[in-house]
Protein backbone atom coordinates (compact mmCIF):
# COMPACT_ATOMS: atom_id res chain seq x y z
CA UNK A 1 0.00 0.00 0.00
CA UNK A 2 2.94 2.44 0.74
CA UNK A 3 4.32 1.52 -2.54
CA UNK A 4 1.07 2.09 -4.34
CA UNK A 5 0.86 5.57 -2.35
CA UNK A 6 3.95 6.80 -3.83
CA UNK A 7 3.67 5.48 -7.42
CA UNK A 8 0.43 7.68 -7.48
CA UNK A 9 2.04 10.49 -5.65
CA UNK A 10 4.77 10.30 -8.09
CA UNK A 11 1.96 9.96 -11.04
CA UNK A 12 0.29 13.35 -9.49
CA UNK A 13 3.65 15.34 -9.96
CA UNK A 14 4.01 14.43 -13.09
CA UNK A 15 0.87 14.93 -14.62
CA UNK A 16 1.14 18.56 -12.67
CA UNK A 17 4.64 19.06 -13.95
CA UNK A 18 3.13 18.04 -18.01
CA UNK A 19 0.22 20.48 -17.39
CA UNK A 20 2.80 23.53 -16.16
CA UNK A 21 5.09 22.73 -19.33
CA UNK A 22 2.32 23.07 -21.75
CA UNK A 23 0.49 25.51 -20.26
CA UNK A 24 3.87 28.09 -20.15
CA UNK A 25 3.85 27.80 -24.25
CA UNK A 26 2.34 30.91 -24.93
CA UNK A 27 0.64 31.07 -28.06
CA UNK A 28 1.93 32.58 -31.39
CA UNK A 29 0.04 35.72 -32.42
CA UNK A 30 -1.28 35.28 -36.06
CA UNK A 31 0.05 37.60 -38.60
CA UNK A 32 -1.73 40.64 -39.09
CA UNK A 33 -0.89 42.08 -42.97
CA UNK A 34 -0.94 46.04 -42.45
CA UNK A 35 -3.87 47.55 -44.33
CA UNK A 36 -2.68 50.33 -46.92
CA UNK A 37 -3.94 53.10 -46.41
CA UNK A 38 -6.60 54.26 -48.65
CA UNK A 39 -5.84 57.98 -50.89
CA UNK A 40 -6.63 59.04 -54.02
CA UNK A 41 -4.92 58.46 -56.85
CA UNK A 42 -1.85 60.29 -57.38
CA UNK A 43 -2.21 63.70 -59.56
CA UNK A 44 -6.16 63.42 -59.11
CA UNK A 45 -7.30 67.05 -59.17
CA UNK A 46 -10.58 68.48 -59.10
CA UNK A 47 -12.98 67.89 -62.02
CA UNK A 48 -12.90 71.38 -64.59
CA UNK A 49 -15.34 72.35 -67.07
CA UNK A 50 -14.39 71.30 -70.54
CA UNK A 51 -13.13 74.10 -72.68
CA UNK A 52 -15.30 76.06 -74.94
CA UNK A 53 -14.61 75.20 -78.74
CA UNK A 54 -15.92 78.56 -79.61
CA UNK A 55 -13.38 80.58 -77.54
CA UNK A 56 -10.60 79.81 -80.63
CA UNK A 57 -13.24 80.30 -83.30
CA UNK A 58 -13.74 83.60 -82.02
CA UNK A 59 -9.84 84.50 -81.72
CA UNK A 60 -9.52 83.81 -85.28
CA UNK A 61 -12.24 85.90 -86.57
CA UNK A 62 -10.99 88.68 -84.48
CA UNK A 63 -7.86 88.50 -85.89
CA UNK A 64 -8.94 88.98 -89.45
CA UNK A 65 -11.68 91.36 -88.62
CA UNK A 66 -8.59 93.51 -87.23
CA UNK A 67 -7.44 93.50 -90.78
CA UNK A 68 -9.83 94.53 -92.08
CA UNK A 69 -9.77 98.01 -91.55
CA UNK A 70 -6.50 98.68 -93.01
CA UNK A 71 -7.33 100.55 -95.70
CA UNK A 72 -10.14 102.32 -94.86
CA UNK A 73 -8.09 105.50 -94.71
CA UNK A 74 -6.54 104.93 -98.50
CA UNK A 75 -10.32 104.73 -99.67
CA UNK A 76 -11.34 107.76 -97.98
CA UNK A 77 -8.38 109.48 -99.26
CA UNK A 78 -8.81 108.41 -102.92
CA UNK A 79 -12.12 108.69 -103.54
CA UNK A 80 -11.40 112.57 -101.94
CA UNK A 81 -9.02 112.79 -104.03
CA UNK A 82 -11.00 112.09 -106.87
CA UNK A 83 -13.67 114.99 -105.91
CA UNK A 84 -11.16 117.22 -106.17
CA UNK A 85 -9.56 116.38 -109.19
CA UNK A 86 -5.89 115.05 -107.38
CA UNK A 87 -3.43 112.30 -107.77
CA UNK A 88 -5.98 110.62 -109.93
CA UNK A 89 -3.71 107.96 -110.81
CA UNK A 90 -2.98 107.25 -107.27
CA UNK A 91 -6.14 107.38 -106.36
CA UNK A 92 -7.39 104.38 -108.81
CA UNK A 93 -4.23 102.27 -107.97
CA UNK A 94 -5.36 102.50 -104.13
CA UNK A 95 -8.86 101.84 -104.36
CA UNK A 96 -7.79 98.68 -106.61
CA UNK A 97 -4.97 97.45 -104.11
CA UNK A 98 -7.95 97.82 -101.02
CA UNK A 99 -11.08 96.19 -103.70
CA UNK A 100 -8.38 93.09 -103.91
CA UNK A 101 -7.60 93.30 -100.13
CA UNK A 102 -11.88 93.13 -99.73
CA UNK A 103 -11.85 89.88 -101.73
CA UNK A 104 -8.71 88.59 -99.84
CA UNK A 105 -10.54 88.66 -96.78
CA UNK A 106 -13.71 86.98 -98.31
CA UNK A 107 -11.20 84.51 -98.75
CA UNK A 108 -9.90 84.04 -95.77
CA UNK A 109 -13.30 83.90 -94.28
CA UNK A 110 -13.92 81.06 -96.02
CA UNK A 111 -11.26 78.84 -94.82
CA UNK A 112 -12.07 79.88 -90.90
CA UNK A 113 -13.87 77.05 -88.80
CA UNK A 114 -16.40 79.41 -87.08
CA UNK A 115 -19.13 76.62 -86.80
CA UNK A 116 -18.93 76.98 -83.25
CA UNK A 117 -20.23 80.65 -82.71
CA UNK A 118 -23.43 81.99 -82.28
CA UNK A 119 -25.54 82.79 -85.33
CA UNK A 120 -22.02 81.67 -86.97
CA UNK A 121 -24.46 81.41 -91.03
CA UNK A 122 -25.96 84.90 -90.39
CA UNK A 123 -22.23 86.95 -89.23
CA UNK A 124 -20.51 84.98 -92.50
CA UNK A 125 -23.05 86.10 -94.78
CA UNK A 126 -23.19 89.58 -93.32
CA UNK A 127 -19.13 89.74 -93.45
CA UNK A 128 -19.12 88.56 -96.79
CA UNK A 129 -21.32 90.91 -98.48
CA UNK A 130 -20.02 93.75 -96.53
CA UNK A 131 -16.66 92.82 -97.99
CA UNK A 132 -17.49 91.81 -101.58
CA UNK A 133 -19.80 95.24 -102.05
CA UNK A 134 -17.12 97.17 -100.96
CA UNK A 135 -14.68 95.58 -103.47
CA UNK A 136 -17.33 97.06 -105.83
CA UNK A 137 -17.59 100.15 -104.68
CA UNK A 138 -13.51 100.40 -104.85
CA UNK A 139 -13.79 99.03 -108.30
CA UNK A 140 -16.14 101.64 -109.32
CA UNK A 141 -14.69 104.60 -107.76
CA UNK A 142 -11.16 103.69 -109.47
CA UNK A 143 -13.12 103.24 -112.78
CA UNK A 144 -14.45 106.90 -111.93
CA UNK A 145 -11.03 108.28 -111.39
CA UNK A 146 -10.13 107.29 -115.18
CA UNK A 147 -12.95 108.89 -116.46
CA UNK A 148 -12.45 112.17 -114.18
CA UNK A 149 -8.19 111.60 -115.56
CA UNK A 150 -9.88 112.11 -119.50
CA UNK A 151 -10.96 114.94 -121.43
CA UNK A 152 -13.53 117.18 -119.40
CA UNK A 153 -13.45 115.03 -116.40
CA UNK A 154 -13.34 117.94 -114.15
CA UNK A 155 -14.91 121.13 -114.74
CA UNK A 156 -13.18 123.94 -111.87
CA UNK A 157 -11.42 121.45 -109.52
CA UNK A 158 -14.21 118.95 -109.12
CA UNK A 159 -14.95 115.85 -110.73
CA UNK A 160 -18.26 115.47 -113.11
CA UNK A 161 -20.06 112.83 -111.81
CA UNK A 162 -20.98 109.78 -113.77
CA UNK A 163 -22.56 106.29 -113.67
CA UNK A 164 -19.20 104.52 -112.08
CA UNK A 165 -19.54 107.16 -109.77
CA UNK A 166 -23.36 106.26 -108.75
CA UNK A 167 -22.36 102.59 -109.20
CA UNK A 168 -19.90 103.28 -106.68
CA UNK A 169 -22.07 104.73 -103.97
CA UNK A 170 -24.93 102.47 -104.50
CA UNK A 171 -22.03 99.70 -103.23
CA UNK A 172 -20.63 101.66 -100.47
CA UNK A 173 -24.05 101.48 -99.39
CA UNK A 174 -24.76 98.31 -99.29
CA UNK A 175 -21.62 97.18 -97.44
CA UNK A 176 -22.34 99.87 -94.74
CA UNK A 177 -25.22 98.14 -94.25
CA UNK A 178 -23.98 94.78 -93.86
CA UNK A 179 -21.52 95.97 -91.59
CA UNK A 180 -24.04 97.37 -89.62
CA UNK A 181 -25.28 93.81 -89.33
CA UNK A 182 -22.20 91.86 -88.67
CA UNK A 183 -21.12 94.11 -86.34
CA UNK A 184 -24.07 93.69 -83.95
CA UNK A 185 -23.42 89.86 -83.83
CA UNK A 186 -19.51 90.35 -83.74
CA UNK A 187 -19.65 92.44 -80.79
CA UNK A 188 -22.17 90.14 -78.37
CA UNK A 189 -19.04 87.28 -79.11
CA UNK A 190 -16.48 89.66 -78.43
CA UNK A 191 -17.82 90.85 -75.23
CA UNK A 192 -18.54 87.15 -74.24
CA UNK A 193 -14.39 86.26 -75.31
CA UNK A 194 -13.02 89.81 -74.01
CA UNK A 195 -12.51 90.82 -77.32
CA UNK A 196 -12.24 94.13 -79.54
CA UNK A 197 -15.64 95.04 -80.00
CA UNK A 198 -15.91 97.29 -83.08
CA UNK A 199 -18.22 99.48 -84.74
CA UNK A 200 -19.51 98.90 -88.43
CA UNK A 201 -16.70 101.80 -90.07
CA UNK A 202 -13.88 99.44 -88.51
CA UNK A 203 -15.20 96.74 -90.73
Keep these: MLIAAVVAG ?16 E ?63 KAASDLRTAAKQRNELVTRLRGLAVDKLPNHTELSASLTSAWKASAAADNHYAAWADQVAGKKGCRKGHAQSTPQQQAGNRESGKASQAKKEAVGMWNAIAKRYGLTERDATQL
Design 27 to 89: EKPEDKKPVAAVSSPAGETSPQAAPDPAEPQAESLDALLADSNDSRASVISAVQSIGACKDLP
Design 10 to 25: CSVLGLGAGALLSGGE
